[in-house]
Structures are given as structure tokens and as C-alpha cells.
């Protein structure tokens, strides 16, 4: 397998991460301990989750899985803070106050000493993004974390916190966690640029399309019971747009013309399109994750970036998988 660089950290990581957000639900604990295993077992060194999912039951899943395999010091483990642990008004958010308790919580859920990448799941929108930065970095210097990165920002603030943490001599974000998938590839136009020139690593979360490029929503078909349309909000069930299945429907048949599957070959799209370090893949059964391993291996064809470019080109959407992040005005016409 081929190792990449996690920015410019010097740190080597798997091309894929392995998500933990369906550990704990719909994932229950003894599968969810199955497939993180399995996903060392193949080379997959790198495991995102964060503190919000499912409560905090997906962290306390990996951490109990680490520490029953004994792998803790052959992982890199991130985590995230930012969104709601209780229903107090200073239980959630990005000040001070809140990311100093909710690395404890990690720390103690994860029975680890350290985590090695805390990512900001969301911007600051609303308070100086130096009260974070400070936070990060004195628990950096506490030994509590070892790198920091955010996710989902746009990129004027991603600039705009690179220029703090210099300014101010403070700790630096080495990573950015985007939604990006064939079917929203709008970071390409600033996101992507901007990583690459400060040598941020760039970790895409829902590469799959929410299973869209897994051939799980046919176009025009109603949603199949127990899938997560039926499970989730209406957040998530808007970026199942028509236009977007009707793109998948496309992607099928060429994976199934090179041999593969659908996911496989999207999965292996975004894995391989420049600037990208590894793409985070939330596998919910071990037949799952089975089905997305081959993709460690592979390579995208030269050949194949035009025929993907022709169907969603560059910089463009068919579905909208920023539609939870308030920064984003633009809207996907379906």
C-alpha cells in the first residue's frame, strides 16, 4: 500500500480513513469492533470519529476496541469538537471554555493520553477564530493533542486561521475535513488550491455520496426501508437529488465495465484527485468494509478523469452536501 503525508506533518497515513460515525448506531458495539479491526488487519492506519457521534458512544467503541487490541501507538486517531454534548448554552460551540472540558471528555471516552488530530467540526462563524486557536494550542503544549485541523470551513477562514496562528505564534491547522464526492466538487475552486499551496491535508467526508455513488438510490426509486434516507433528517434526504442519482446511474455503468462496483470506483475517484490525502469512508456492516478494501490497491485511470469530468465538470454540483453549513449561499437547481 502506498502511505501518504498528512500535510506536512511528516506523519504517514493509509489513502483511506476509516469513519467511526455508525459505531454504536445503526452499528452496534461487537461489529463495530470487528470492522475496525479488520481495517488495521488490511493496512488502514487512520480513524476519524468524533465526540457527537451517537453520543459519544462511537468514541468510547474505538477507544475500547484500541485498547483491547493493544494498537493504539499504530493508529492516528482524530476526533472532532464543536457540536452539542448537552443542553447547556457552553455544552457545545468553539470557545475556550468548551474545547478545553470536551478534550477531557475525548481523552477519557477514548482511554488514550492524547488524540492525535482534534479537528473543529465546524467554523466559528460568530466569535474571533484566535479564542480556538489558543485553546488548540495550549492543549498541544499540555500534551493533549498532537496536530489540529478543522472541517467543513470555508476557505477565507481556513486562510484567515493559518494567518493567526502565525501572526500569534500559535499552533496550525494541518488538515481541512470537506464534504467532497463526484457529485459536489465545489471545494476545487478555492479549497483545494488553497491546501495545496499551505500543504494542508485534505480529508473528504462523504465520499460516497451519502450511498448515492454506492448505487443505493436508484433514480425516481422511493427509498428503501432501514436505508439511511428513511433513518436520517431532511437534511440529508435534499441531497438525494434526481440529477445526482440520475450521475451515479452513469458511474455504475462504467464500474461495472471495469469490473468493479459502483462504490469502489467512486470511492477510488476521490482518492485519487489531487490534493487529496485520504478520503473517510463509514463502512455500517464488515461485508461493507470488505467491499471498499480492494480500493487501498488501486489507481484511477488517467483515462477515466475525463470521462468522470464529463459528467459533473470541475467545480460544479448535482447535489448539495454543504447544505449544513450555514457559510454556504449557493444552491443546487435539480
Known amino acids: 500500500m502506498e502511505y501518504r503525508m498528512l500535510g506536512r506533518t511528516g506523519v504517514w497515513v493509509s489513502p483511506l480513513c476509516l469513519g467511526a460515525m455508525n459505531f454504536g448506531a445503526p452499528t452496534g458495539a461487537a461489529e463495530s469492533i470487528q470492522i475496525l479491526n479488520r481495517a488495521l488487519e488490511a493496512g488502514i492506519n487512520f480513524i476519524d470519529t468524533a465526540n457527537v457521534y451517537n453520543a459519544g458512544e462511537s468514541e468510547r467503541i ?40 470536551a478534550c477531557e471528555d475525548s481523552l477519557r471516552r477514548l482511554q488514550t493520553d492524547r488524540i492525535d488530530l482534534y479537528q473543529l467540526h ?11 486557536l489558543r485553546a488548540f494550542d495550549d492543549l498541544i503544549r ?20 493559518l494567518a493567526i496562528s502565525e501572526r500569534a505564534h500559535l499552533a496550525r491547522y ?13 471545494i476545487e475552486n478555492e479549497l483545494i488550491p488553497l491546501c495545496q499551496k499551505y500543504g494542508l491535508a485534505i480529508l473528504p467526508w462523504s ?5 448515492m455513488l454506492a448505487g443505493r438510490y436508484p433514480p425516481g426509486e ?14 440529508f434526504r435534499v441531497r438525494l437529488s434526481q440529477t445526482g442519482r440520475q450521475v451515479a446511474a452513469r458511474v ?40 471498499l478494501l480492494p480500493v487501498l490497491e488501486q489507481k484511477l485511470a ?33
Open 174 to 186: 494541518i488538515s481541512e475535513q470537506p464534504p467532497y464526492n463526484l457529485l459536489d466538487r465545489r
Open 302 to 334: 488517467d483515462a477515466d478523469r475525463a470521462v468522470f469530468d464529463a459528467l459533473v465538470h470541475p467545480g460544479n454540483a448535482v447535489a448539495d452536501f454543504h447544505n449544513t453549513s450555514d457559510w454556504m449561499k449557493a444552491s443546487i437547481v435539480d
Open 122 to 132: 465546524r467554523p466559528p462563524l460568530t466569535m474571533p477564530q484566535d479564542e480556538t
Open 142 to 161: 499540555a500534551g493533549k493533542v498532537v496536530y489540529i485541523g478543522a472541517s467543513t470551513h470555508p476557505a477565507w477562514m481556513v486562510m484567515e486561521a
Open 207 to 211: 465520499p460516497l455520496a451519502g450511498g
Open 62 to 101: 474505538v477507544g475500547q476496541a484500541l485498547k483491547e487490541n493493544g494498537k493504539r501507538d499504530q493508529v492516528v486517531l482524530a476526533t472532532k469538537v464543536h457540536g452539542a454534548m448537552g443542553a447547556g448554552p457552553n455544552e457545545r460551540g468553539d470557545s475556550r471554555y468548551h474545547i478545553i472540558r
Open 252 to 291: 455504475a455503468e462504467m464500474a461495472q465495465a471495469r469490473g468493479m462496483t459502483t462504490a469502489q470506483l467512486a470511492l477510488l475517484w476521490v482518492k485519487d484527485q489531487p490534493g487529496i490525502t485520504a478520503p473517510i469512508f463509514g463502512p455500517r456492516t464488515l461485508e461493507h468494509l470488505e467491499a
Open 222 to 235: 422511493t427509498y428503501a426501508e432501514g436505508s439511511r434516507a428513511t433513518r436520517s433528517g431532511e437534511f
